[in-house]
Each structure stands twice: as structure tokens, then as C-alpha cells.
């Protein structure tokens, strides 16, 4: 663990993919709270990045698999053209990223298999 962390490398990133998904999932299902529970997800988004850094394998899987959702040029702009999606776009879109065949879950797989 790098000193100052509190969490280890794996259950920190699992972490987060949960929390991001978790908002996904609200923004689903509320349709009135879902550009800020994107909002929410967003935020995570740059830490995620930032603590995804300790471990290029992982990092450089991130990339691959997530592209501009996490890519620091274009994460900003991708979180933010998602949260204003119509809702019919929307309600295509999301499914891509969560449930046990989206890509947040490949991701947890990663995630899990480091153990770090």
C-alpha cells in the first residue's frame, strides 16, 4: 500500500465502481434525481483515475474497457453529455455500464483479480 493510503489498492477501486454504479442505477430509476446522481458518479471519476495510477495493468485495462467514460481529456464532457441524455438514449446507454454483463462489472473482475 503507498503510504498515506488507508484502503488497499483493490477494495478502494471495488469501492468506487459500486458507488458509480449505484448512482447509475438511481438515475434509472428515479428519472427526477438522475442528472445528479450522474453528477455524483462523475465526481468519482477523477479520485478513481488518481488512485488507478498505482497500478498500470489495471489502469491501462480501465482505459480499454471504458475509453472517454474515464480518459482524463474526454471523462468530463462523455459524464456530462450522459446526465443530459434524453431519457430513451439514456435508458439504452446505461445498461452498457451496469448489471452483471456491463462493463463497471468486467471492470470488478479486473479490480478483484489484482488483490493489491
Known sequence: ????????FSA???DFLD???????EALQDESSGPAAIGEAAGRVPV???RLRENDVVATQF?????NVIEQRWAAEWWD???KMDRAEFEVAAPDLVGPRGRLAV?????????S
Open 48 to 50: 478513481l483515475r488518481d
Open 1 to 8: 500500500m503507498t503510504a498515506g493510503r488507508r484502503a488497499e
Open 19 to 25: 458507488f458509480i454504479e449505484e448512482k447509475i442505477r
Open 12 to 14: 478502494f477501486v471495488l
Open 63 to 67: 482505459v480499454l474497457v471504458l475509453g
Open 107 to 115: 471492470l470488478r473482475k479486473v479490480a478483484a483479480a489484482d488483490g
Open 81 to 83: 453529455g450522459f446526465a
